[in-house]
């Protein structure tokens, strides 16, 4: 008898151990996973549905142009009522989605087809578990011609113009085609050209290229000459997928810091600088995900002179309090608070979800490395004068502005800062953010520092004419 081999009815039981754990197994297999969640997120330069499930999903996607549609096969699942829900989330204003439909296309296979409103290039991919969610599969759709920011600020001031006197010459009310070409093509000869997102296939950038720059406008030419559109980008923190961070009350950083956005653009647009007027182009205007190398390149699109990203602190501990501002620092972080704030914001790709498969991973290592002193020095301006305006309003969690590497601040042709307008993981600042007369002050109080900034610091003189 061996020694080492168990009694026979040991090895019996053994056995019928196994086999009772490999048929689970196969079970489990044969299941599939379990759908927890799904949801929609709609916005004019894509459209996001994100199916959320306890384990990967098998899939095999073809998309048909005429019609515009994508279809999915989910494979190792049956149809089930939270699949069943994409139906009703569709909202009829989604610029991309016009309807879901959804059925068991085979025995385990769930098949879904999005009927789109226009040419789009879908792309489909998989997330791995990260922070509160499980396994995710994203479905996004974005538009076959890409939107020009820029056109979009240019046709806005146009409309809002004031009408002509009677000896000038009338020009339209709204852009007419030529017009708005003609303006767009009187961009600056020294800004920066624009970069491909990193999230749209190379065919779409190659499709929509950005018009060359042109001599600077002839004044005189309409009534709403000027040789100047002096434009801020501000850039609301997280969004769709990521809510960034969470109040004891409930409350979500995404929600409060694009209400504050939305309030200092009312009183960008309603301001000139030197008789120049003002715009605020937004990197988000919805509860969207936008990926922080994304929101850099979409400042430089619009040729902005500043970038203000908005933010609602969080920490561990719910005594921590007052508002901060951060510059780019080119070595290391000015604070050991500073540099753990730079890598949990870094990390925002992570949580809202991008297709590493299709960055552009040189376009954005390059992006992300170019940092000038005279850059950083503007910023540091900046950010002086938002903290010496957001400090009349209550505490300041540091008297200066700090320094460390955000991503979101890497425009090497742009002064940009991020505010972190209180911690929203204390009771009484989460009160706070969620009073619209605080969020109203806020905004009076960063529209009165960006004014001061550029009373001291004049924007360039460059021929971005409306």
Known sequence: MNPFLPEAPVRRA?????????????????????????????????????IESDGALRTQQFFVRTPPRLAVDIEGIDLSPALRELVAKVQPDDPNIAGIRVGQNAPGVVRLVLDLRQAALPQVFALLPVAA?????????????????????????????????????TPAPTA????????IAQRSSNSAP??????????????????????????GKHAT???????????????GEDPGAIGPSGTREKDVVLRVAQL?????????????????????????????????QKARRVQADLFVSIHADAFTSPEARGASVFALSQ???SSAAARWLAQKENQADLVGGINVQLQNQHVQRALLDMSTTAQINDSLKLGSVLLGEIGGLGRLHKPHVEQAGFAVLKAPDIPSVLVETAFISNPEE?????????????????MRGITRYFARNPPLARSRSV
Do not use: C
């Open 14 to 50: 053994v056995l019928r151990a196994a086999g009772l754990v490999l048929l689970l197994g196969r079970q489990q297999i044969a299941r599939g996973a379990s759908i927890l969640a799904v949801r929609v997120w709609p916005a004019p330069e894509y459209s996001r549905v994100t």
């Open 133 to 169: 969610y499980r396994h995710r599969l994203l479905l996004d759709l974005y538009p076959a011609t890409p939107i020009d920011p820029l056109a979009g600020l240019i046709a806005e001031r146009l409309r809002d113009a004031p009408a002509p006197a009677a000896h000038a010459p």
């Open 176 to 183: 007419e085609p030529d017009q708005l070409g003609e303006l």
């Open 194 to 219: 624009a970069l491909p997102l990193p999230l749209v296939a190379a065919a779409a950038a190659a499709s929509t290229p950005l018009p060359s720059a042109a001599p600077p406008a002839r004044p």
């Open 225 to 239: 000459e000027t040789d100047r559109l002096i434009i801020v980008a501000l850039d609301p923190g997280h969004g």
């Open 264 to 296: 200092l653009r009312a009183r960008i647009n309603a301001t000139t600088v030197g008789g120049n007027p003002m715009r605020a182009y937004l990197t988000r205007d919805g509860d969207y995900f936008v990926p922080l190398g994304t929101r850099v």
């Open 331 to 333: 070595g290391g972080a």
């Open 430 to 446: 989460e009160k706070r953010l969620r009073s619209s007369a605080y969020q109203e002050q806020l905004a009076d109080a960063l």
